[in-house]
């Protein structure tokens, strides 16, 4: 499995992606499922995955060569990000379809992925867009700032609790990384090291992101301290009333 | 959808179900899904299920009526609560045949349930099983001391980090209420009020159990408190050391 988030915020972006794939409990991997595309000054594109392995590097590998072959419409020409959210879909579905037409499959069955795009293009808006595996999208607003893919229950109370469009940049990227660190808790198939990237709107940076390890430092004092913050708020709960319980 | 937990813990068990049940987003009701059994003194059993509510009903239905007309097997007469849940299971089984028959149809699809049977029997040690569709089931042990059936996934993080086998059962009972807490905030198909209840091992006796809505005043307190301390928390962890974001 695999768990993906990306947040839009007033002041920037926050995108995280784990990197364990695993085709049963004896195939696990590590690879990465998060991209990033663009022109510094111009354009900031990031693309994660989630789902088929092969149908998500098909996908990157076809979005990467018409980059390399300057084919006309490609992720790094698109006038928009809805259009690069399109053409991921349109990408996608036509190498599902091809996976399907040669297992001679009627259902899109283990050919599905699923796609979030985020970034900024020069003179518009950040934007954030989950694609379907259809191959449809939705965008991020005010009212729901983040989405999530992959195994995402376990990680979404501490963003429903934390998150909104106006939290800090900073403050959401914790808030994420504690998602994370739940989810790797209670699930084997979400696993370290995690891809992150911060994007502060209008900068038009392509930031390097951070590929966070078991052993960054600073990962490791907030999960520890939330981990300690939590065990201890537990005890210190009130006792139930006399009682309470009949 | 629904969510049911349950813990056995070295001094005594906490069960918790909620009450809502959903086809569809019209068609949203409240219905029991926690059930007691026993005899004071004698044997103390709870009974949870997750799943098609008719096939759930159906076999709430036929326990009862076997312990009302005195069948020789019920669960007031089996020798063990492996016994029980294997009662339980063929219950289950045979309702969902009967289902698939009567429909026609060649899969469990709708028709399928899912259980979690404990308690204690008198001089026997207190178990809990889980009971799947199929009809067989597993039980908990030292190392896994709670199960979950349905929409586990939001609340099951904070479970993984407060219960171990070793867990007083009142701090146990508060860290479920913050995991239906979770689950409720994330997920729509979860809802209040909650059936909880509390057993003492050893105790055989046949408590009341406590079923908790929004009015609550204390778990409104320990939700609220929570919330809070999250809140603060992750306000006051360390901010990321200069250059962290590259």
């Known amino acids: 499995m695999t768990y993906c988030a990306a947040i839009r915020l007033k002041d920037g972006m926050v995108f995280a992606s784990d990197t364990r794939t695993n085709a049963g409990v004896d195939h696990i991997s590590t690879f990465k499922k998060l991209y990033q595309y663009g022109i510094e000054g111009e354009r900031f594109i990031v693309l994660q995955t989630a789902g088929s392995l092969a149908t998500s590097q098909a996908v990157f590998t076809k979005l990467q060569n018409d ?27 036509s190498i599902m379809n091809h996976a399907k037409a040669v297992a001679n499959a009627d259902i899109d069955g283990s050919f599905t992925s699923s796609f979030m795009l985020g970034g900024q293009i020069k003179g518009q808006p950040p934007e954030l867009y989950m ?31 934390a998150v909104t469009y106006n939290t800090d940049v900073n403050h959401a990227a914790r808030a994420l990384m504690l998602s994370f660190d739940s989810t790797i808790h209670s699930n ?22 951070r590929r966070i390890d078991e052993h960054d430092e600073y990962f490791n004092t907030i999960r520890h301290q939330w981990s300690e913050v939590l065990r201890q708020t537990l005890i210190e709960l009130p006792k139930c009333p006399d009682g309470y319980w009949k």
């Open 67 to 93: 980059i390399d072959q300057r084919t006309e419409s490609n992720l790094n020409t698109v006038l928009t990000l809805f259009d690069a959210a399109q053409m991921v879909g349109e990408c996608m579905r």
């Open 188 to 209: 084997l198939s979400v696993g370290m090291p995690l891809d992150f990237v911060l994007y502060r709107n209008d900068s038009l940076t392509l930031p390097e992101g």
């Open 131 to 161: 694609i379907y595996p259809e191959g449809n999208c939705i965008r991020a607003t005010e009212d729901t700032p983040f989405f999530q893919l992959g195994e995402s229950k376990y990680g979404k109370p501490i963003l429903d609790r």
